[in-house]
């Protein structure tokens, strides 16, 4: 019995295939909109309903990347234990779907095909015809892109409406049915209404648009045009990726939108076909699950992995996967960067610490003694390794001199000690935030919550530096305690192959990396176990944070940032700036309080510009104008 499930924006549709087949709708479950909790309560609902599949296949809205699809295998292995799975967007699971031999008519024939989807949100994902290479515009989500989707489609209806009534003083009849489908009762009431809407309430206006349209709505009929060409335009932009110019293509319509309402297809396929000329447009003739049921069957001969989590490396798809958000070199990049490198010991972040073994029994005041001890053996361990961080300052220093920039790397609390160290640079040296920036696993969220698997992902490393725009005079530190992150060894290997200069720092000096990955600089810093074992934030963290420190603040010297042990680029940006830069102003030149304080207004607070201004600055000072 083979499993496939495939979930969008309005529904989830799970299709058992197998001696006999079986079919069932659930709701709707887009990735992007379920927290890990609320992902495994879906499935275990369709397992309980479902028959036991020997493999299943999943399809999903708002899978993007290989991080998330680790989620869905992860959350699978709770609803059907030891069952190979494969994981994928609904796009994929459409492409499947999709009977190209019957649609051209001629089997020998193997052309280019694209998949035009529009339901709630939109996309076109395609795949070239040796099923080599894949192509995907748009899928960026209702707030970016969506264009040609019902959630559009529906939005703009609510924005025509009103932009209308404030034009011409008069509520169209596109509005009076807009009203009438919400219950609301004046235009008024919109306004709430749209601040609290979920995407696919917003979609649902859409079937309000096509029946205006067919009574000839002008509102209406604006809008859907521009909906059409939107999605003939970027299936051609999809198309162009992947055939030769002039070339036959297959298109394949998907999507409650376009299969719905055929009217609205008819004029795509339109649209498409003055693009495209040799375009062969076809509706989508079994829906995406069943895609999913053939990706299942390609697991069959797949060995059934040991333990309850389904591991990506043990459940190959039958075509190639879809692309990842980046672009070619980071996809290399994260090719190449299949995991974390091997330790030919226990990292010593993950050793037990004989020192603590009773910490739980110790009283507050001897455990704070017991962590400062430990502490205190961070300094020796770092004086040890001032030759490498020596090289590290240099590195740095070099390419700021060149013009380029300093980026810290890590995930977890190294993510947000390097994210820290970089965003006290702009106030304390001013400089522009893109001198020294800090990259994070899991981006902005990881700042302040725990971003489940997302250091696991080498290939988001490797897309975070391309999306940077890393380059030859740039350095890249990647900071890792145990020096096996996923996530930072793909940024560095990206980077390293883009030319930067890179460096690693970490705790564990008992690391094999092969000559190839080699970073430019390795700082290992033997600090020991942790009192609390594994708990990186601790001794790791404070090491990291001290050798940032010098990282920042001595290429700062180095950049002309520094006078004597002065800071002559602070950003007074507060009262209290204020005050030390007057103050500093008075240490260099000797003015009175006063003057100090009116140069430095009449140089907008700069403190080199109020130097230069002041008639009787001090020679012997040597400050730099």
């Not at 060894?489 to 720092?505: H, M």
């Not at 005050?579 to 100090?596: H, M, S």
Request: hydrophobic share 45%; with cysteine; proline share 5%.
């Amino acid at each position: 019995m083979f499993l496939g499930i495939e979930a969008g924006g309005t529904r989830t549709v799970a299709l058992a295939d197998g001696i006999s087949s079986m079919r069932r709708e659930f709701g709707p479950a887009n990735l992007r909109l379920l927290n890990d909790r609320q992902l495994e309560r879906h499935f275990r609902a369709i397992a309980k309903i479902m028959p036991a599949p020997d493999a299943l296949a999943i399809g999903m809205a708002g899978a993007r990347s290989e991080t998330d699809r680790e989620r869905m295998r992860r959350a699978a292995a709770k609803a059907w234990p030891e069952v190979p799975c494969h994981a994928a967007d609904d796009l994929e699971t459409a492409l499947m779907a999709a009977d190209t031999k019957s649609a051209i008519g001629n089997p020998k024939s193997a052309i280019p095909r694209i998949l035009i989807l529009s339901g709630t949100g939109s996309c076109c994902f395609g795949r070239s015809a040796d099923g080599k290479q894949t192509a995907k515009v748009g899928g960026w989500g209702h707030i970016l892109g969506d264009k040609g989707s019902g959630f559009e489609i529906g939005l703009r209806a609510l924005k025509a409406v009103v932009y209308y009534l404030d034009r011409d003083g008069e509520w169209s009849e596109l509005g009076q049915r807009l009203l009438r489908a919400l219950q609301l009762n004046e235009p008024n009431d919109l306004i709430g209404w749209a601040q609290a809407a979920r995407k696919d309430e917003v979609a649902a206006l859409a079937v309000e648009v096509f029946a205006a349209w067919a009574k000839g709505d002008r509102i209406a009929t604006d809008i859907l045009e521009g909906a059409a060409q939107s999605l003939a335009s970027d299936a051609a932009c999809c198309a162009a990726r992947l055939a030769r110019k002039g070339g036959p293509v297959q298109f394949v319509l998907a999507g409650s939108v376009l299969l719905k309402q055929p009217r609205f297809a008819a004029k795509v396929a339109r649209a498409l076909k003055k693009l495209w000329p040799r375009a062969v447009v076809t509706p989508l003739q079994r829906e995406g699950a069943w895609g999913a049921v053939e990706l299942a069957k390609g697991l069959v001969n797949v060995q059934r992995p040991t333990s309850n989590v389904q591991r990506p490396k043990t459940t190959s798809p039958p075509h190639p996967s879809p692309p990842s958000d980046g672009g070619e070199g980071a996809r290399r990049a994260g090719e190449e960067a299949r995991g974390s490198i091997d330790s030919l010991a226990l990292s010593p972040t993950e050793q037990r610490n004989p020192a603590s073994l009773k910490l739980d029994q110790l009283s507050i005041a001897q455990a704070i003694a017991l962590m400062l001890r430990e502490d205190a053996k961070i300094l020796p361990a770092l004086l040890a390794e001032r030759p490498k961080i020596e090289q590290g300052v240099k590195l740095v220093v070099n390419s700021l001199r060149r013009g380029g920039r300093l980026f810290y790397v890590g995930a977890g609390t190294s993510g947000r000690l390097g994210v820290l160290d970089a965003s006290e640079c702009p106030p304390t040296f001013r400089t522009d935030p893109e001198l020294v920036q800090g990259i994070i696993a899991g981006g902005q969220t990881a700042l302040w919550s725990a971003v489940e698997s997302a250091e696991d992902d080498p290939a988001a490393g490797a897309r975070a530096i391309e999306f940077r725009g890393v380059g030859r005079r740039d350095t890249v530190v990647g900071i890792a305690a145990s020096g096996r992150t996923p996530f930072v060894w793909g940024a560095l290997r990206e980077s390293k192959r883009r030319g930067a200069s890179t460096v690693l720092l970490c705790f564990n000096h008992h690391l094999d990396i092969p000559r190839a990955d080699r970073p430019t600089l390795v700082l290992a810093p033997r600090i020991g176990p942790e009192v609390l074992t594994g708990s990186t934030r601790l001794k790791s963290g404070t090491a990291t944070k001290l050798i940032l420190n010098i990282f920042t603040t001595l290429a700062m010297v180095r950049f002309g940032k520094v006078l004597s042990n002065l800071m002559i680029d602070v950003k007074a940006s507060n009262v209290k700036l204020r005050d030390r830069a007057v103050r500093i102003v008075r240490e260099l030149t000797g003015a009175p309080y006063e003057a100090a304080q009116a140069a430095l207004i009449k140089a907008d607070w700069k403190i080199k510009g109020a130097c230069a201004g002041l008639a009787h600055v001090k020679r012997r000072t040597g400050v730099r104008h």
